[in-house]
């Protein structure tokens, strides 16, 4: 029979996560309970020595609450220690194998200073991105470099009409990596050179971010490469490349760029049917963990399937009070035309990174003054 | 207006996606048009420059066929060079942006040579862990050390009793990381030595596998530490470090130890509701690529929730010819009681690893002997 050791000396400090669970009560109580030993001790019941591991290891339900008759919200607190001070084990706790079991889903987490301070968050947050932007107080202007199968030179120079024309941020469009046609280092040469150009040219402070997602040995050699050619910021996808692999880029003091971060691949997380990470953690809370100082999500009303009250929740979880980690700009985009800003200055107010890619082109002929008016309308905001 | 370039240089080599779409005839044509458009250049159909762009770039519908009413199947092809020769790219362009729309999952790749070259995929596979293991032809046997709590001295007497019962694979549970009241280095150095004293008891190849998913920039060091402290395999969670991460660890040829892949937090990718990735992509085909040699999942009738079909069509996906690509072990655990033996057998046949985790705990008292037992049925199959 296995015992525990006397004493695991734990700290005795927990952090909680609030998961939305389906079924009655009966059902809520027993997926709760199952959580507190699947996320911990993987172990049976019946199994698991009494004393430290029973006591200290096992997850423990603070609460169960009522939704509706078939939904409930249970709190469950974990000690500290079990996430080994690191974002992988920390997401492995919070929704590892449970995501793999039907009808849990992670709405929250409650994390205290002393799981908070392992990690760093993001390096400019809101405060930092607008001071390095020179904005601060109207939402910021985005938008990206497409459509794939351009040249290095022609996304240059679609970069140099967009900070001509008053765009705050002009990131690579997702898809650009390194393709043949398109090579990475050439294309940040160009658009970091275009960019500056124009800013020489208007007096503003318009930052590039390419895209360095990569092969995993090849992330931080990338963002490298990107700072030290001018670029003024970085896209990353850490549903691709990890959320640690952002951390690590948003971390590195050699680096020291705002980073953005893109929701490719995290789709089935929100898909919904009872199971996954509710839109406040997911492109809140963790992306700020993460280090993000920019959460791009599908907007309501686009080319995508967010709703509205997702879409505020999102922003919500880029803000709410988290410690030391400072709140982020939430980045709403995704098929979204002039036409829809004012509804979205309505949904997210001036704390807002507005992106509007191929829209942009859509307005009128001629890019720049698409921007300007772009821009104009943001001023008014 | 923005234009092609006159000549991408593309091989003309094409990918194919197979994705399963919700809704009727009509409405699955409009969704395939729209990954063609969403998958590559994001841009408004309107807007996408004619020539090289609109030819090479934009996926192309290869087919569609009605599976039911409400189901259809569609086949999308998309030039290789558009994944930009990284796992992490190919990752993008089959389910990115997509995964953020309702009714869209992958349900298999087609991947032609010039695709498949850049992957070297695992560098074991079936055969090299069957020589690794000494077990020419029966079905493995693999174990977990747990629960979380226990000091690195209970882990490794654990780890010793598993091996000198017979089993093949000893892995770490995938909650152990780094924690104070388990560290990791003295955890693997233990265990190693407790296996390798086992071994010189029995003369059999058990192997250890510690779990090395770490923070992105300490993954590759701990895979080292554990190479060069007698693990003999590895147990990494794609999930949590990112696919690519798995694929790093694998094809570093100072690590050059198998890989076994573990589940956590991929759940949500098959909970249904008409998105995702289909199971044998998933556990199959995508872990092949990352460089797995094992590929864990929960099998049906434990404490999780996919079905015998979908368990099937894992195993079916880890076999699949992919080029020069191995086909490698499916891994059905996650609850397994000895009792279950029969029908994993009746589902996977031999080539498969059975991973009995507390069950082996619950047989009878004395854990070398529910060892044995485990062993003498394999043996028998």
Do not use: W
Request: charged share 20%.
């Amino acid at each position: 029979m296995l015992a525990s050791p006397p004493d695991l000396r734990l700290s005795g400090e927990r952090f909680q996560v609030i998961y939305q669970l389906s079924g009655d009560e009966a059902a809520a109580r027993a997926k709760a309970a199952d959580i507190c030993l699947e996320q911990t001790v993987e172990f049976p019941d019946s199994l698991v020595p009494a004393g430290a591991i029973r006591d200290g290891i096992v997850g423990r339900v603070e609460s169960v609450r009522r939704l509706t008759a078939e939904r409930h919200e249970a709190a469950i607190s974990f000690a500290v220690e079990i996430a080994g001070g690191e974002l992988t084990g920390l997401l492995n706790v919070v929704f590892g194998n449970i995501s793999l079991k039907p009808g849990i889903r992670v709405e929250r987490l409650e994390l205290p200073e002393r799981a908070l301070e392992i990690f760093r968050g993001p390096r400019f947050g809101i405060a930092g991105l607008r001071r390095m932007s020179d904005v601060p107080d109207r939402p910021l202007l985005c938008t990206a470099l497409k459509p794939m199968g351009l040249s290095p030179e022609q996304l240059a120079e679609l970069a140099y009409q967009f900070a001509l024309g008053g765009i705050d941020l002009i990131k690579d469009d997702h898809g650009l990596t390194d393709q043949p046609f398109c090579p990475f280092e050439e294309r940040v040469k160009r658009c970091a050179e275009a960019v500056h150009r124009a800013n020489r040219e208007t007096g503003r402070g318009c930052i590039y971010l390419p895209h360095v997602t990569a092969r995993a040995d090849q992330l931080v050699e990338r963002a490298l490469f990107a700072k030290q050619n001018g670029a003024g910021g970085l896209l990353v996808c850490p549903g691709l490349a990890g959320f640690d692999a952002m951390r690590q880029i948003a971390d590195d003091d050699r680096i020291a760029l705002p980073v953005m971060a893109h929701p490719a691949l995290l789709g089935s997380f929100t898909a919904g049917g009872g199971n996954g990470i509710a839109h406040f953690t997911l492109y809140g809370q963790l992306m700020r963990l993460a280090g993000a100082d920019a959460s791009i999500f599908p907007n309501v009303g686009g080319r995508f399937a967010f709703s509205r009250e997702e879409c505020v929740s999102i922003a919500q979880g880029c803000a709410a009070p988290m410690g030391a980690i400072q709140p982020i700009f939430p980045t709403p985009g995704g098929g979204m035309s002039l036409d829809r800003l004012q509804d979205m200055r309505a949904i997210y107010g001036r704390e807002a990174i507005f992106l509007i890619g191929g829209g942009l082109h859509q307005h009128g002929p001629d890019v720049v003054e698409n921007c300007r008016y772009f821009a104009k309308m943001a001023q008014e905001m």
